[in-house]
Each structure stands twice: as C-alpha cells, then as structure tokens.
C-alpha cells in the first residue's frame, strides 16, 4: 500500500495497523465456529485485547495523523501514556458498539459480543447453559442475567470515558509530551474519534430493526 504524502515510517505503522486488523478479524471468526460448534467462548480479557483491534479504531488512529499532516516521533508514540489512551479509545469505541448492537446481534442470534460475555466471566459455571434465546423467549432469567450485564457494560464504558479524559489531561501535562507542538492536536483527534463514534451510534439506524408491517 503507498499513500501519497504518507511519511515512510507512518505508511509501515498503517500497514502494520491493517494487519493487526485483518488478523483480529480472522480470530474473530475463529471465535464464531468454536460457539457455534462447541459452544466454546472466549475469555472476556481475550475478547476485550481482539475486539479493540477489531473495531477498527487503531487503524482510525494513524490516519488521524495523517490527515492532520503530522509523523510523531516513534518515541512519543511509544510512550506508556499514549499508549494508554490509544487502548482507552479503542475500548470505549468497541464497547459502544457492542452495547448498542447488542439488542439486534442477540435476535439474530450472534453472542461474539461484551453484554453477552459478561455473564459468564462473572459466572463461568454458566457458560454451557446461557442461552441467549431466554432472553427473547420470556425468561426472566435470562433477561435479568443480560439487563445486568448490560448495566455492567455502561459502567465499564463511562469508565474508560473518564480514563480517556484524564490520560488526555495527563498527556498535556507532561513536559516531554506536550513540548511537542502538535501534541494537542493529536490528543483532540484522538478523542474526537470516541465523540464521533458515539454521535455517529445515536443518528444512524444501523442497529435498529424496522417496524414490524402489518398483513
């Protein structure tokens, strides 16, 4: 892949990014044959390492940079608080999406989601028998179970709100980080992408199932 005006060292950090990407989605896959054929999920630590690859938020991340016409030394992007409201980012976009869609992705029979594994990381005795069809089906406890995992979801997105505020904070605070003039503009675009994901969930209809149409 060549991107005009691309610096050389970004085009391999992007490429590098569409990788991690597409190896993400192979496993992700994976994950659906192994529930759909042992009823096998993976860990939530797992899930939550993938899914942020996944979701598409780290290649997002270097083409922000791009657009913004900048190339930040490796060392900047290599540092632990960078790093960490990257991952913050990806999470909070991941976890958007999987709570928003979870509702539409459980009738159509899809559980590869965060809401889904919550209950059996809590419980993982309860791994063989969630049935995600309780929920749809009128059984009280599998909506209790899912109601509560959805809470859990919320909680752990506002979370990762806050840390993305708060690493943003501490990055401008930071006298080698925010020596760099284009620091700032960096950490806004970054963040712009968790805004702008969230804006993006609450005006389209993607996961939305249409009004059922009378005979």
């Known amino acids: 892949m060549k991107r005009d005006g691309m610096p050389i060292s970004q085009q391999a950090r992007f490429e590098a990014a569409a990788t991690e990407y597409v190896m993400a989605q192979v496993q992700t896959v994976r994950w659906n044959e192994q529930l759909a054929l042992k009823g096998k999920a993976p860990s939530l630590p797992d899930y939550i390492t993938v899914r942020r690859v996944a979701v598409g938020a780290p290649l997002c991340i270097v083409a922000s940079e791009y657009d913004l016409g900048i190339d930040l030394d490796i060392d900047i992007l290599l540092d632990p608080l960078v790093q960490a409201l990257q991952a913050a980012v990806s999470d909070h976009v991941a976890w958007i999406n999987d709570i928003l869609s979870f509702p539409k992705e459980l009738r159509l029979g899809e559980v590869l989601n965060l809401v889904?594994?919550?209950?059996?990381?809590?419980?993982?005795?309860?791994?063989?028998?969630?049935?995600?069809?309780?929920?749809?089906?009128?059984?009280?406890?599998?909506?209790?179970?899912?109601?509560?995992?959805?809470?859990?979801?919320?909680?752990m997105t506002a979370s990762r709100h806050e840390e993305c505020v708060g690493l943003a904070s501490r990055i401008m605070d930071s006298p080698h980080l925010s020596a760099n003039p284009n620091m700032e503009d960096y950490v806004r675009a970054i963040c712009s992408i968790a805004a702008g994901n969230w804006a993006w969930f609450l005006k389209c209809n993607r996961y939305i199932d249409p009004p059922a149409t009378s005979e």
């Open 116 to 155: 889904c594994l919550l209950p059996i990381h809590n419980n993982p005795c309860a791994a063989s028998g969630l049935d995600p069809a309780a929920a749809l089906n009128g059984n009280e406890g599998g909506r209790s179970s899912f109601g509560a995992a959805a809470c859990r979801a919320w909680e």
